[in-house]
Protein backbone atom coordinates (compact mmCIF):
# COMPACT_ATOMS: atom_id res chain seq x y z
CA UNK A 1 0.00 0.00 0.00
CA UNK A 2 1.05 3.39 -0.98
CA UNK A 3 0.57 6.40 0.35
CA UNK A 4 -0.94 7.67 -2.92
CA UNK A 5 -3.60 4.78 -3.07
CA UNK A 6 -5.15 6.21 0.53
CA UNK A 7 -4.92 9.55 -1.17
CA UNK A 8 -7.04 8.18 -4.17
CA UNK A 9 -9.48 6.35 -1.68
CA UNK A 10 -9.96 9.26 0.68
CA UNK A 11 -11.05 11.61 -2.88
CA UNK A 12 -13.59 9.02 -3.68
CA UNK A 13 -15.28 8.38 -0.05
CA UNK A 14 -15.18 12.54 0.72
CA UNK A 15 -16.87 13.06 -3.22
CA UNK A 16 -18.74 9.67 -2.80
CA UNK A 17 -18.66 9.51 -6.45
CA UNK A 18 -15.37 8.44 -8.56
CA UNK A 19 -15.98 10.68 -11.35
CA UNK A 20 -15.77 13.70 -9.49
CA UNK A 21 -13.01 12.17 -7.42
CA UNK A 22 -10.95 11.67 -10.69
CA UNK A 23 -11.19 15.35 -11.20
CA UNK A 24 -9.94 16.77 -7.75
CA UNK A 25 -6.99 13.95 -8.07
CA UNK A 26 -6.24 15.06 -12.09
CA UNK A 27 -6.43 11.36 -13.15
CA UNK A 28 -8.37 9.46 -15.28
CA UNK A 29 -11.41 7.99 -13.89
CA UNK A 30 -10.53 4.43 -15.29
CA UNK A 31 -7.13 4.91 -13.40
CA UNK A 32 -8.59 5.76 -10.26
CA UNK A 33 -11.07 2.86 -10.64
CA UNK A 34 -8.03 0.74 -11.19
CA UNK A 35 -6.16 1.91 -7.98
CA UNK A 36 -9.08 1.53 -5.82
CA UNK A 37 -9.93 -2.10 -7.39
CA UNK A 38 -6.42 -2.79 -6.37
CA UNK A 39 -6.56 -0.86 -2.75
CA UNK A 40 -10.01 -3.71 -2.02
CA UNK A 41 -8.02 -6.90 -2.79
CA UNK A 42 -4.50 -5.62 -0.54
CA UNK A 43 -7.47 -5.34 2.00
CA UNK A 44 -9.60 -8.00 1.18
CA UNK A 45 -13.03 -6.80 0.94
CA UNK A 46 -15.14 -4.30 -0.76
CA UNK A 47 -14.42 -0.66 0.57
CA UNK A 48 -17.09 1.02 -1.27
CA UNK A 49 -20.73 -0.29 -2.28
CA UNK A 50 -21.49 1.42 -5.81
CA UNK A 51 -24.94 2.04 -7.48
CA UNK A 52 -25.15 3.71 -10.47
CA UNK A 53 -25.30 7.28 -8.79
CA UNK A 54 -23.09 7.41 -5.90
CA UNK A 55 -20.82 5.55 -3.61
CA UNK A 56 -21.19 4.71 -0.14
CA UNK A 57 -18.35 3.19 2.39
CA UNK A 58 -18.54 -0.08 3.89
CA UNK A 59 -18.07 -0.96 7.29
CA UNK A 60 -13.91 -1.65 6.08
CA UNK A 61 -13.86 1.86 4.32
CA UNK A 62 -15.68 3.43 7.42
CA UNK A 63 -12.81 2.08 9.07
CA UNK A 64 -9.80 2.32 6.68
CA UNK A 65 -10.67 6.01 6.34
CA UNK A 66 -9.95 6.91 9.62
CA UNK A 67 -6.56 5.46 9.41
CA UNK A 68 -6.01 6.87 6.23
CA UNK A 69 -6.71 9.76 7.64
CA UNK A 70 -4.54 9.28 10.17
CA UNK A 71 -1.78 8.87 7.87
CA UNK A 72 -1.61 10.71 5.59
CA UNK A 73 -1.71 13.81 8.50
CA UNK A 74 1.24 11.86 9.70
CA UNK A 75 3.13 11.89 6.55
CA UNK A 76 2.32 15.36 5.82
CA UNK A 77 3.47 15.98 9.18
CA UNK A 78 6.85 14.57 8.55
CA UNK A 79 7.54 15.99 5.54
CA UNK A 80 6.81 19.68 7.06
CA UNK A 81 9.46 18.59 9.76
CA UNK A 82 12.47 17.57 7.44
CA UNK A 83 12.04 20.54 5.38
CA UNK A 84 11.56 22.79 8.25
CA UNK A 85 14.90 20.75 9.16
CA UNK A 86 16.57 21.17 5.63
CA UNK A 87 15.94 24.95 5.60
CA UNK A 88 17.24 25.47 9.21
CA UNK A 89 14.03 26.10 10.78
CA UNK A 90 13.55 23.29 13.18
CA UNK A 91 16.36 21.04 15.26
CA UNK A 92 19.41 22.17 17.48
CA UNK A 93 22.91 24.02 17.39
CA UNK A 94 25.51 22.99 19.79
CA UNK A 95 28.02 25.70 20.15
CA UNK A 96 31.36 25.38 22.02
CA UNK A 97 33.23 28.72 23.13
CA UNK A 98 35.77 30.07 24.89
CA UNK A 99 35.40 33.01 27.22
CA UNK A 100 36.66 35.49 25.15
CA UNK A 101 33.97 34.98 22.72
CA UNK A 102 31.72 36.06 25.28
CA UNK A 103 33.57 38.93 26.36
CA UNK A 104 34.20 40.23 22.96
CA UNK A 105 29.90 40.07 22.79
CA UNK A 106 30.78 38.33 19.30
CA UNK A 107 28.95 34.69 20.24
CA UNK A 108 25.74 36.99 21.80
CA UNK A 109 25.43 39.26 19.07
CA UNK A 110 25.70 35.94 16.55
CA UNK A 111 22.94 33.93 18.80
CA UNK A 112 20.86 36.92 18.94
CA UNK A 113 21.25 37.19 14.98
CA UNK A 114 20.31 33.49 14.69
CA UNK A 115 17.44 33.58 17.17
CA UNK A 116 15.62 36.06 15.61
CA UNK A 117 15.71 34.44 11.86
CA UNK A 118 15.26 31.05 13.17
CA UNK A 119 13.23 30.75 16.91
CA UNK A 120 12.65 27.21 17.25
CA UNK A 121 15.87 25.68 16.70
CA UNK A 122 17.23 25.16 20.21
CA UNK A 123 20.85 26.14 20.87
CA UNK A 124 23.22 24.56 23.26
CA UNK A 125 26.33 25.94 24.53
CA UNK A 126 29.53 24.27 26.11
CA UNK A 127 32.64 26.07 27.45
CA UNK A 128 35.76 24.46 26.26
CA UNK A 129 39.38 24.80 25.78
CA UNK A 130 40.33 25.69 22.31
CA UNK A 131 41.72 22.38 21.00
CA UNK A 132 38.59 20.50 22.88
CA UNK A 133 36.16 22.39 20.29
CA UNK A 134 38.70 21.44 17.67
CA UNK A 135 38.26 17.70 18.54
CA UNK A 136 34.57 18.13 19.53
CA UNK A 137 33.88 20.14 15.84
CA UNK A 138 36.01 16.77 14.51
CA UNK A 139 34.01 13.99 16.32
CA UNK A 140 30.62 15.82 16.26
CA UNK A 141 30.34 16.12 19.70
CA UNK A 142 29.38 20.11 18.82
CA UNK A 143 28.86 22.07 15.79
CA UNK A 144 30.68 25.27 15.58
CA UNK A 145 33.66 26.52 18.00
CA UNK A 146 34.21 30.17 19.38
CA UNK A 147 38.40 30.10 19.83
CA UNK A 148 41.20 31.75 19.78
CA UNK A 149 43.14 31.12 16.78
CA UNK A 150 46.48 30.66 18.33
CA UNK A 151 45.64 27.87 20.42
CA UNK A 152 43.21 24.97 18.22
CA UNK A 153 46.22 22.55 17.23
CA UNK A 154 45.69 20.91 13.97
CA UNK A 155 43.21 22.22 11.70
CA UNK A 156 43.70 21.23 8.35
CA UNK A 157 40.68 19.14 8.18
CA UNK A 158 37.99 22.18 9.91
CA UNK A 159 36.93 25.69 8.37
CA UNK A 160 38.22 28.77 10.31
CA UNK A 161 36.20 32.06 9.75
CA UNK A 162 37.68 35.18 11.48
CA UNK A 163 35.21 37.24 14.02
CA UNK A 164 37.59 39.65 15.44
CA UNK A 165 40.33 40.56 17.41
CA UNK A 166 41.46 41.73 21.06
CA UNK A 167 45.16 42.62 22.16
CA UNK A 168 47.01 40.94 24.49
CA UNK A 169 46.97 41.87 28.73
CA UNK A 170 48.40 40.43 31.60
CA UNK A 171 46.26 39.87 34.82
CA UNK A 172 48.18 39.95 37.91
CA UNK A 173 47.63 39.93 42.51
CA UNK A 174 46.70 43.37 43.01
CA UNK A 175 50.45 44.16 44.34
CA UNK A 176 52.30 42.22 42.38
CA UNK A 177 55.73 44.73 40.83
CA UNK A 178 53.96 44.94 37.55
CA UNK A 179 51.36 47.09 38.77
CA UNK A 180 53.98 49.47 39.17
CA UNK A 181 53.58 51.05 35.32
CA UNK A 182 50.39 51.38 32.56
CA UNK A 183 51.83 48.75 30.35
CA UNK A 184 54.35 46.03 30.30
CA UNK A 185 56.52 44.17 27.74
CA UNK A 186 57.17 40.55 27.26
CA UNK A 187 61.00 41.29 28.57
CA UNK A 188 59.33 42.18 31.92
CA UNK A 189 57.80 38.42 32.21
CA UNK A 190 61.45 36.92 32.35
CA UNK A 191 61.26 34.63 35.45
CA UNK A 192 57.98 34.89 36.19
CA UNK A 193 55.56 32.05 36.04
CA UNK A 194 53.12 32.55 33.74
CA UNK A 195 49.37 31.78 33.43
CA UNK A 196 47.97 31.04 29.93
CA UNK A 197 44.75 29.79 28.93
CA UNK A 198 46.03 27.50 26.70
CA UNK A 199 45.45 23.27 27.65
CA UNK A 200 46.62 21.98 24.78
CA UNK A 201 50.08 23.97 24.02
CA UNK A 202 53.50 22.83 25.17
CA UNK A 203 55.54 25.55 27.20
CA UNK A 204 57.92 25.86 23.75
CA UNK A 205 54.86 26.54 22.34
CA UNK A 206 53.47 29.19 24.62
CA UNK A 207 56.87 30.79 24.59
CA UNK A 208 57.11 30.89 20.86
CA UNK A 209 53.22 32.45 20.75
CA UNK A 210 54.48 35.02 22.81
CA UNK A 211 57.98 36.21 21.81
CA UNK A 212 59.05 35.91 25.54
CA UNK A 213 63.08 36.80 25.83
CA UNK A 214 64.29 34.31 28.55
CA UNK A 215 63.06 32.75 31.28
CA UNK A 216 64.85 31.60 34.36
CA UNK A 217 65.17 27.79 34.74
CA UNK A 218 63.20 27.75 37.99
CA UNK A 219 59.95 29.85 36.39
CA UNK A 220 56.74 27.54 35.47
CA UNK A 221 54.01 27.73 32.91
CA UNK A 222 50.58 26.71 34.11
CA UNK A 223 47.94 26.02 31.48
CA UNK A 224 44.45 25.99 32.41
CA UNK A 225 41.35 25.45 30.74
CA UNK A 226 38.85 28.25 31.85
CA UNK A 227 39.27 32.10 32.01
CA UNK A 228 38.00 32.20 35.39
CA UNK A 229 40.62 29.43 36.68
CA UNK A 230 43.04 31.83 34.95
CA UNK A 231 42.54 34.41 36.78
CA UNK A 232 41.89 32.64 40.02
CA UNK A 233 45.34 31.61 40.12
CA UNK A 234 46.66 35.10 39.48
CA UNK A 235 44.92 36.20 41.99
CA UNK A 236 45.99 34.31 44.42
CA UNK A 237 49.73 35.08 43.32
CA UNK A 238 50.64 32.09 41.84
CA UNK A 239 52.15 34.25 38.37
CA UNK A 240 51.26 36.25 35.58
CA UNK A 241 48.31 35.46 33.51
CA UNK A 242 48.11 36.19 29.74
CA UNK A 243 44.66 37.21 28.56
CA UNK A 244 42.88 38.54 25.96
CA UNK A 245 41.99 42.14 26.94
CA UNK A 246 38.48 41.92 26.81
CA UNK A 247 39.02 39.86 29.85
CA UNK A 248 39.37 43.15 31.40
CA UNK A 249 35.77 43.44 31.97
CA UNK A 250 35.93 40.55 34.61
CA UNK A 251 36.39 42.28 37.51
CA UNK A 252 37.26 39.86 40.25
CA UNK A 253 38.84 40.33 43.73
CA UNK A 254 42.65 41.72 43.71
CA UNK A 255 42.91 41.34 40.17
CA UNK A 256 44.58 44.18 38.24
CA UNK A 257 45.86 44.19 34.36
CA UNK A 258 47.96 45.89 32.01
CA UNK A 259 48.26 46.05 28.59
CA UNK A 260 51.33 44.33 26.81
CA UNK A 261 52.58 46.04 24.58
CA UNK A 262 55.09 44.15 22.50
CA UNK A 263 52.88 40.36 21.53
CA UNK A 264 53.87 39.36 18.36
CA UNK A 265 49.89 40.18 17.35
CA UNK A 266 46.70 40.41 18.29
CA UNK A 267 44.25 37.49 19.34
CA UNK A 268 42.17 36.44 16.83
CA UNK A 269 38.67 34.86 17.49
CA UNK A 270 37.53 32.52 14.92
CA UNK A 271 34.46 30.03 14.52
CA UNK A 272 35.55 26.75 13.78
CA UNK A 273 33.24 23.94 11.84
CA UNK A 274 32.90 21.17 9.23
CA UNK A 275 33.61 21.81 5.26
CA UNK A 276 31.14 19.47 4.74
CA UNK A 277 28.33 19.98 7.16
CA UNK A 278 24.55 18.41 5.79
CA UNK A 279 22.54 19.89 9.06
CA UNK A 280 20.35 22.43 8.21
CA UNK A 281 19.94 24.32 11.14
CA UNK A 282 24.05 24.22 11.12
CA UNK A 283 24.38 25.67 7.77
CA UNK A 284 21.77 28.39 8.45
CA UNK A 285 23.55 29.26 11.42
CA UNK A 286 27.41 29.29 9.91
CA UNK A 287 25.25 31.13 6.73
CA UNK A 288 24.27 33.90 9.35
CA UNK A 289 27.66 34.58 10.33
CA UNK A 290 30.20 33.66 6.95
CA UNK A 291 31.52 36.23 5.29
CA UNK A 292 32.77 34.35 2.31
CA UNK A 293 35.66 37.01 1.20
CA UNK A 294 37.49 35.83 4.92
CA UNK A 295 36.72 32.36 5.21
CA UNK A 296 39.47 29.97 4.64
CA UNK A 297 39.42 26.21 4.69
CA UNK A 298 42.81 25.33 5.67
CA UNK A 299 44.77 23.10 3.53
CA UNK A 300 47.04 21.71 5.28
Given amino acids: MEL ?3 RYFVA ?9 AAARLHVTQSTLSTQVRGLEREVGGPLFARTSRRVELTGSGEALLVEAHRALDQADRALTVARQSASGDLGSVRLGFSGVAALEGVLSEDLREFRRAH ?3 EVELTELPPAAQVRGVREGTIDVGYAPDLELGDVHDLTLTPRTQTPVSVAVRHDHALTATSSVDTADLAGEDLIVYAAGEDDETVLARLGSHGRDAGARIHRLASTLSVLSLASAGAGVALVPAATERIALPGIAYRPVRDTVSALTVVTVSRPDETSGPVRAYLGGRRQPSRDRQNAG
Fill in 4 to 6: RHL
Fill in 12 to 20: VAEERHFGR
Fill in 119 to 121: PRV
